[in-house]
């Protein structure tokens, strides 16, 4: 059994681990990687990226169906399914080989295989080549998470669809339930809704997009249902009777009554799991939380020499948090002294049609935690670009600390938000209160200026509305 010496070893190459790997390499440490599957990790491979593909191909034929509005002609409007999702495979693919290339670049040593720690600063890594022992001063655990299985609901590949399915679909559905509202939920249903399917979401909440702020879930909900999605809340799949190859029988309490409704495919999106399992991380002593490993700020995780970074680590389950935890961790080891990451500056994104995006406390939260509030708003009907563009339906939010101007959240629905929340990302980094976002001056026409009028607006100071 060969054994190798690391300054660090991180188990799993998702975009913590793959950017935690490059982070230690800049800064002069040796540098292993292990990944049992694909660099990249479910992120790269089997969500963010491919994800985004699938639905950049249907945000193309929805603007090919409203070409009449900008005075042009598409006749004889179609898609082939199969060649929308080789060109997603394809985009993964591409940036699989990327991670490769920053990873020779900067010296890291890929291995493939599944790890375990063995002991402190030693990890065992069975392979296709066998089995090596790899020791480290510092070992990241950077392995992520997977789709959830709700007993009775789970996934079967069949009629029964979860996220990695759903990205290869055998068939494009006809009838369609997608059960969870949440990210990853209403991304397939804006999707499959787009392309034909008759869509139903079941959300167990009260409004689809919980997390968000309840005001954006109700204007999104609203696009939604005039797309023809069918939307119910405060509602749960209690059973699935399938038959293979011809659909499932779903029973549906709402109201207190349970239904049952026909659908030929349903798409499980029911939260994620911690991939825990088989690390030998509870036989040294880390804790973990309902399939979470607990840190602390700094990633730590109590055990001297271990951490734990990305979903892994708990919420919010976001690759740029990954990322960024795996550069504060590179930086920690290396002896120097990065800030811990705020949880309430890191932006949620949402890519279904419309978009939706936001960072920090939504109103009721700000509320709940005892500040007097501003609230501002704007409509996307207000800024001429948006006009201009075609997207006239929207809204951009933002939340103040009346007493100190603080940016205490902002909250955005409708097109391209994915992009222009990074400004309030920047304004809450750098604790920004409405005097200097006022004084900021917003290039003209953009959609960005609707930021500067929402601002505004919390102050009575709008211009365009």
Request: with cysteine; aromatic share 6%.
């Amino acid at each position: 059994m060969a054994e190798n010496s690391f300054d660090v070893v991180i188990i799993g190459a998702g975009p913590g681990g793959y950017v935690a790997a490059i982070r230690a390499a800049q800064l002069g440490l040796s540098v292993a990687c292990v990944e049992r599957e694909n660099l990249g990790g479910i992120c790269l491979n089997w969500g963010c990226i491919p994800t985004k593909a699938l639905l950049r191909s249907a945000d193309v034929l929805h603007s090919m169906h409203r070409a009449k509005e900008f005075g042009l002609s598409a006749e004889n409007i179609s898609f082939d399914l199969d060649a929308i999702v080789k060109r997603s495979r394809g985009v993964a693919k591409q940036m699989n080989a990327g991670i490769k290339g920053l990873f020779k670049k900067n010296k890291v040593t890929s291995i493939m295989g599944t790890a375990k720690i063995v002991a402190k600063g030693k990890v065992e890594v069975e392979g296709t080549d066998g089995k090596q022992t790899l020791t480290g001063k510092n070992i990241i655990v950077a392995t992520g998470a997977r789709a959830r299985q709700i007993p009775g609901l789970e996934a079967d590949g069949d009629t029964v669809w979860a996220y990695r399915e759903a990205l290869v679909p055998k068939r494009m559905p006809k009838k369609l339930l997608v059960i969870g509202s949440g990210a990853i939920g209403i991304e397939f249903a804006s999707f499959y809704n787009t392309l034909g399917a008759e869509t139903t979401v079941v959300e167990v909440m009260d409004r689809v997009l919980p997390v968000e702020d309840a005001e954006i879930s109700a204007f999104a909900k609203k696009q939604f249902e005039k797309q023809g999605m069918t939307i119910w809340e405060k509602s749960g799949v209690k059973q699935l009777d399938r038959t293979a190859g011809k659909g499932v029988v779903a029973h549906i309490e709402r109201g207190g009554k349970v239904e049952k409704h026909e659908f030929d495919t349903v798409i499980s999106a029911v939260g994620i799991v911690g991939n825990t399992e088989g690390l030998g991380l509870e036989e040294l002593g880390v804790k973990i939380d309902r399939t979470h490993v607990v840190t602390d700020e700094f990633c730590r995780t109590g055990v001297e020499g271990i951490f734990a970074i990305g979903d892994i680590a708990g919420a919010p389950w976001l690759a740029h948090k990954a990322s960024h935890e795996g550069v504060m961790v590179a930086e920690l080891i290396a002896g120097q002294h990065p800030h811990p990451i705020k949880p309430n500056t890191i932006a949620g994104c949402t890519y279904c049609h419309p978009q939706v995006a936001s960072v920090g406390l939504t109103e009721a939260k700000a509320k709940e935690a005892g500040f007097e509030i501003k609230v501002g708003k704007f409509p996307f009907i207000g800024n001429g670009k948006a006009v201009a563009m075609g997207e006239a339906e929207g809204l951009v939010k933002t939340v103040f600390d009346a007493k100190t101007g603080e940016l205490l959240g902002a909250h955005m629905v409708g097109a391209e938000v994915t992009e222009m929340i990074q400004g309030y990302v920047v304004a809450r980094t750098l604790e920004t209160t409405e005097a200097e976002l006022m004084e900021t001056v917003f290039p003209h026409p953009t959609m960005s200026e609707m930021m500067h009028e929402s601002v505004l607006a919390a102050y009575g100071r709008a211009l365009h509305i």
